[in-house]
C-alpha cells in the first residue's frame, strides 16, 4: 500500500523555491532583488541553519544530504560571480558548519538515508546500465526541454529560471537528478517512454533541488501504520473463567494488537494434532488484511500454500552469518563463534579459535564471507604464522564446518532483510535441510538480520515461529527472548508455536501478551501451564489444570495479559 507522503512533497517544494529564490538574490543584478552581498549572506546563512533544523526535526535525512550537496553547488556557482575562491570556499564551510549544526540539533535519523538507498539498490532489477542509460536519458531530455523553453523564456522578464539546467551546474544537476529518478523507479521507468518524459520535466522544473525529485518518487514507497489499533479474531467464546467460576460465553474473542506501542507476542501451545498451526494460518489471513508483513519460520514445510507467499529456503536464499549486523566487531566475532559452536557443539578451544579467527576477518576486511574465513584458515595452515597458542590441528579441525555453511547453490540469491519488511508473506521453507545445525544457524542470522533492519526502518513485522522449542531451549543463547523482550519498540511481534512448553525459554512466556494452550494430555506440561495461567490461586490452578488436559477438539484456553477471565474458545 503505497502511502502518500504530502508532507515530503511540501517541504521539497518548498526547499526547491527557496533555492531558486536564494539564487535569484545572490546572483549577480540580472535578479530583480537588490541588497548588499553581506546582508544577503546573513539571511542565506540564517536560511540555511534554519532548514536545517526544521528538516532535523521533521526527521528526513533524505532531504537533508541532498539540499545540502544542492546549496554547496549553488554557493560555489552563484559565488564564482562575485567573490576570489577563498572568500568562497570559507562562504561554503561556514554555511556548511551552520547547517550541520541545525541538523545534529533537530535530527537523530540519519540512519535512515543509508538505509533507503540500501533498500532502492538491492533491488534485483537495478542494474548499473539501466541507471547510467536513464541518467543519461533523462539529462537529454531536460537539455531539450530547457532549449525549447529558453525560446519563450526570452519573451520572460526573469531569464533566471528558464536559462538554469542549460548552465553547466545545471546540467551535472539533470545528471543526477535523472540518476536518482533511474535508480529508484528502475526498469519501469526506462521501458515507459511517458514516464521517461514526465521524469524530464520533473527534473527540469526542480531546478537545482534533488530533492522534490526524491520526494515525489517516495510517493511510490511503500509503507506500513505501525501504531494503528487493530484486531485479530481468535474464535468463538464457550465459556470463561472468572472469580474462580465458570460462566458461560458468548460472542468472539478478538485481541487487539497496536504494532511499537504495546507487547504483542501470543505463544500457541498444545498436542501434536490440535489445531496450533491452523490457528497460525488465521492469524496471517487477518494480519494480511491490516497490510502487516509476516515472516514464517516454517519448520515442516505447511506455509507454502499462503496466497502470495514469498518462499525462500536455505539452500535458495543463503545468508551471510559473516554479516556484522552493525555491531562492534569483537562482539559480533564472539556471538557468531557462539552460534557455530553451540550448533555444532565444538569444544571450547574451537570456539575461542573460531572467534580470533573471525575477529581478524574483520579487522582486515569489510563484509567478509565464508570464503574468506576458509581462506583465512588455510593461510594459517599453510604458513608458518601462528594464531596465538592455537594448535595447528584445532585450526584444520573448524574447516569442515566453515565449509558445511557455505552457500552450495551457485543460482542462489542472498536473503534480504528489507524484502521481508517488505513483501506481505515470506515463508521460510526449512523442510528442504535435514540438519538441524544448519537450520538453528541459519534461523539464528535470518531473525538477527531482520531485527537489526527492522530496528532501522520501524515497519512491523509479525514473525511466526514454529516449533520454537528447537530454537529457543531452555539455558541457551538465541535471539528468540530478545525478540520477546526488545521487539515491542521496533513494532515486532512473535507468534510461538510449540508442543513442548516445559523446553522453551521461561522469558518467551513472561513477556508474552497471549497465550493460547490447545488440549495438553502430558501431565507435568499441563501443571506448568496451569501455573503461568493462574499465578499464585491455587483453586484457579486446580480447574485449569483439569481443563487443560480435557478440552475438546480445536478448543483452547486463552490467557490474556491484564484481563482477569481466561476464556475457552472455540478456534
Ligand atoms: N479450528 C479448526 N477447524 C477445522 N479444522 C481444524 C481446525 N484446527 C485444526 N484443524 C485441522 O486439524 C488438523 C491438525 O491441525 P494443525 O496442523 O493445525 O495441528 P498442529 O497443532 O499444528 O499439529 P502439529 O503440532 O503436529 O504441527 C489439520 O488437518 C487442520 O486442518
Ligand atoms: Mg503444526
Given at each position: 500500500?503505497?502511502?502518500?507522503?504530502?508532507?515530503?512533497?511540501?517541504?521539497?517544494?518548498?526547499?526547491?523555491?527557496?533555492?531558486?529564490?536564494?539564487?535569484?538574490?545572490?546572483?549577480?543584478?540580472?535578479?530583480?532583488?537588490?541588497?548588499?552581498?553581506?546582508?544577503?549572506?546573513?539571511?542565506?546563512?540564517?536560511?540555511?541553519?534554519f532548514i536545517g533544523y526544521g528538516l532535523g526535526k521533521i526527521g528526513d535525512g533524505t532531504l537533508i544530504l541532498a539540499e545540502t550537496i544542492s546549496l554547496v553547488f549553488i554557493m560555489v556557482h552563484a559565488g564564482g560571480y562575485l567573490l576570489t575562491w577563498t572568500f568562497i570556499r570559507d562562504q561554503v564551510l561556514f554555511s556548511l558548519l551552520i547547517f550541520a549544526v541545525g541538523i545534529a540539533v533537530g535530527s537523530s535519523f540519519f540512519k535512515?538515508?543509508?538505509?533507503?538507498?540500501?533498500?532502492?539498490?538491492?533491488?534485483?532489477?537495478?542494474?548499473?546500465?539501466?541507471?547510467?542509460?536513464?541518467?543519461?536519458?533523462?539529462?537529454?531530455?531536460?537539455?531539450?526541454?530547457?532549449?525549447?523553453?529558453?525560446?519563450?523564456?526570452?519573451?520572460?522578464?526573469?531569464?533566471?529560471?528558464?536559462?538554469?539546467?542549460?548552465?553547466?551546474?545545471?546540467?551535472?544537476?539533470?545528471?543526477?537528478?535523472?540518476?536518482?529518478?533511474?535508480?529508484?523507479?528502475?526498469?519501469?521507468?526506462?521501458?515507459?517512454?511517458?514516464?521517461?518524459?514526465?521524469?524530464?520535466?520533473?527534473?527540469?522544473?526542480?531546478?537545482?533541488?534533488?530533492?522534490?525529485?526524491?520526494?515525489?518518487?517516495?510517493?511510490?514507497?511503500?509503507?506500513?501504520?505501525?501504531?494503528?489499533?487493530?484486531?485479530?479474531?481468535?474464535?468463538t467464546i464457550i465459556r470463561k473463567l472468572k472469580n474462580s467460576r465458570w460462566i458461560k460465553g458468548r460472542g468472539k474473542l478478538s485481541i487487539g494488537i497496536e504494532l511499537g506501542k504495546e507487547n504483542n507476542h501470543v505463544v500457541v501451545v498444545g498436542a501434536s494434532g490440535t489445531g496450533k498451526s491452523y490457528l497460525c494460518k488465521k492469524i496471517i489471513s487477518q494480519l494480511r488484511r491490516y497490510d502487516i508483513p509476516v515472516l514464517v519460520i516454517?519448520?515442516?514445510?505447511?506455509?507454502?500454500?499462503?496466497?502470495?507467499?514469498?518462499?525462500?529456503?536455505?539452500?535458495?536464499?543463503?545468508?551471510?552469518?559473516?554479516?556484522?549486523?552493525?555491531?562492534?566487531?569483537?562482539?559480533?566475532?564472539?556471538?557468531?563463534?557462539?552460534?557455530?559452536?553451540?550448533?555444532?557443539?565444538?569444544?571450547?578451544?574451537?570456539?575461542?579459535?573460531?572467534?580470533?579467527?573471525?575477529?581478524?576477518?574483520?579487522?582486515?576486511?569489510?563484509?567478509?564471507?565464508?570464503?574468506?574465513?576458509?581462506?583465512?584458515?588455510?593461510?594459517?595452515?599453510?604458513?608458518?604464522?601462528?594464531?596465538?597458542?592455537?594448535?595447528?590441528?584445532?585450526?584444520?579441525?573448524?574447516?569442515?564446518?566453515?565449509?558445511?555453511?557455505?552457500?552450495?547453490?551457485?543460482?542462489?540469491?542472498?536473503?534480504?532483510?528489507?524484502?521481508?519488511?517488505?513483501?506481505?508473506?515470506?515463508?521460510?521453507?526449512?523442510?528442504?535441510?535435514?540438519?538441524?545445525?544448519?537450520?538453528?544457524?541459519?534461523?539464528?542470522?535470518?531473525?538477527?538480520?531482520?531485527?537489526?533492519?527492522?530496528?532501522?526502518?520501524?515497519?512491523?513485522?509479525?514473525?511466526?515461529?514454529?516449533?520454537?522449542?528447537?530454537?529457543?531451549?531452555?539455558?541457551?543463547?538465541?535471539?528468540?527472548?530478545?525478540?520477546?523482550?526488545?521487539?515491542?519498540?521496533?513494532?515486532?511481534?512473535?507468534?510461538?508455536?510449540?508442543?513442548?512448553?516445559?523446553?522453551?525459554?521461561?522469558?518467551?512466556?513472561?513477556?508474552?501478551?497471549?497465550?493460547?494452550?490447545?488440549?495438553?494430555?502430558?501431565?507435568?506440561?499441563?501443571?506448568?501451564?496451569?501455573?503461568?495461567?493462574?499465578?499464585?490461586?491455587?483453586?484457579?490452578?486446580?480447574?485449569?489444570?483439569?481443563?487443560?488436559?480435557?478440552?475438546?477438539?480445536?478448543?483452547?484456553?486463552?490467557?490474556?495479559?491484564?484481563?482477569?477471565?481466561?476464556?475457552?474458545?472455540?478456534?
Amino acid at each position: 500500500m503505497a502511502k502518500t507522503t504530502s508532507t515530503d512533497i511540501a517541504y521539497a517544494a518548498i526547499l526547491t523555491a527557496v533555492n531558486i529564490i536564494l539564487l535569484a538574490v545572490v546572483l549577480p543584478p540580472t535578479g530583480t532583488i537588490q541588497i548588499t552581498f553581506l546582508s544577503n549572506t546573513l539571511v542565506f546563512l540564517f536560511l540555511v541553519a534554519f532548514i536545517g533544523y526544521g528538516l532535523g526535526k521533521i526527521g528526513d535525512g533524505t532531504l537533508i544530504l541532498a539540499e545540502t550537496i544542492s546549496l554547496v553547488f549553488i554557493m560555489v556557482h552563484a559565488g564564482g560571480y562575485l567573490l576570489t575562491w577563498t572568500f568562497i570556499r570559507d562562504q561554503v564551510l561556514f554555511s556548511l558548519l551552520i547547517f550541520a549544526v541545525g541538523i545534529a540539533v533537530g535530527s537523530s535519523f540519519f540512519k535512515n538515508i543509508h538505509l533507503d538507498l540500501k533498500l532502492r539498490l538491492s533491488r534485483e532489477h537495478i542494474d548499473h546500465r539501466t541507471v547510467l542509460v536513464g541518467g543519461i536519458g533523462i539529462a537529454g531530455f531536460t537539455l531539450l526541454l530547457t532549449y525549447l523553453v529558453s525560446m519563450i523564456g526570452e519573451l520572460s522578464t526573469n531569464p533566471l529560471i528558464y536559462a538554469l539546467p542549460a548552465t553547466r551546474y545545471g546540467l551535472l544537476f539533470s545528471l543526477l537528478n535523472g540518476t536518482i529518478l533511474t535508480i529508484l523507479l528502475g526498469d519501469e521507468l526506462i521501458s515507459k517512454p511517458l514516464l521517461t518524459i514526465l521524469g524530464s520535466v520533473l527534473v527540469y522544473l526542480s531546478g537545482l533541488s534533488v530533492p522534490l525529485v526524491i520526494a515525489v518518487v517516495r510517493l511510490r514507497r511503500p509503507e506500513y501504520v505501525i501504531s494503528k489499533r487493530q484486531e485479530i479474531t481468535l474464535g468463538t467464546i464457550i465459556r470463561k473463567l472468572k472469580n474462580s467460576r465458570w460462566i458461560k460465553g458468548r460472542g468472539k474473542l478478538s485481541i487487539g494488537i497496536e504494532l511499537g506501542k504495546e507487547n504483542n507476542h501470543v505463544v500457541v501451545v498444545g498436542a501434536s494434532g490440535t489445531g496450533k498451526s491452523y490457528l497460525c494460518k488465521k492469524i496471517i489471513s487477518q494480519l494480511r488484511r491490516y497490510d502487516i508483513p509476516v515472516l514464517v519460520i516454517d519448520v515442516h514445510g505447511e506455509y507454502g500454500s499462503i496466497e502470495e507467499a514469498n518462499i525462500i529456503t536455505p539452500i535458495g536464499n543463503p545468508i551471510n552469518i559473516l554479516d556484522d549486523m552493525g555491531k562492534m566487531p569483537e562482539v559480533r566475532a564472539r556471538e557468531v563463534a557462539d552460534l557455530i559452536s553451540t550448533a555444532f557443539r565444538l569444544g571450547n578451544v574451537q570456539r575461542l579459535a573460531l572467534m580470533q579467527l573471525i575477529s581478524e576477518l574483520y579487522m582486515r576486511k569489510t563484509n567478509p564471507t565464508l570464503d574468506d574465513l576458509e581462506e583465512l584458515i588455510e593461510e594459517y595452515l599453510t604458513s608458518s604464522k601462528e594464531l596465538g597458542s592455537f594448535d595447528k590441528e584445532v585450526l584444520k579441525s573448524l574447516l569442515p564446518y566453515v565449509r558445511s555453511l557455505r552457500p552450495k547453490n551457485k543460482l542462489a540469491r542472498w536473503v534480504l532483510p528489507e524484502e521481508i519488511l517488505g513483501n506481505k508473506v515470506t515463508v521460510v521453507d526449512l523442510s528442504v535441510v535435514n540438519d538441524m545445525s544448519l537450520i538453528k544457524i541459519y534461523v539464528e542470522t535470518l531473525l538477527e538480520s531482520v531485527f537489526h533492519t527492522a530496528q532501522l526502518m520501524r515497519r512491523g513485522l509479525f514473525i511466526v515461529i514454529e516449533e520454537v522449542h528447537r530454537f529457543s531451549s531452555k539455558g541457551k543463547k538465541s535471539i528468540i527472548p530478545r525478540l520477546f523482550m526488545e521487539g515491542r519498540k521496533f513494532g515486532i511481534a512473535v507468534v510461538a508455536v510449540t508442543q513442548d512448553p516445559l523446553s522453551v525459554e521461561p522469558a518467551v512466556f513472561t513477556n508474552t501478551k497471549v497465550i493460547i494452550s490447545y488440549v495438553i494430555p502430558e501431565a507435568s506440561s499441563s501443571s506448568y501451564m496451569a501455573r503461568i495461567f493462574s499465578g499464585n490461586d491455587l483453586v484457579k490452578y486446580k480447574k485449569l489444570r483439569e481443563v487443560l488436559t480435557s478440552l475438546k477438539q480445536f478448543e483452547a484456553l486463552v490467557w490474556i495479559r491484564g484481563d482477569e477471565n481466561v476464556y475457552v474458545v472455540k478456534t
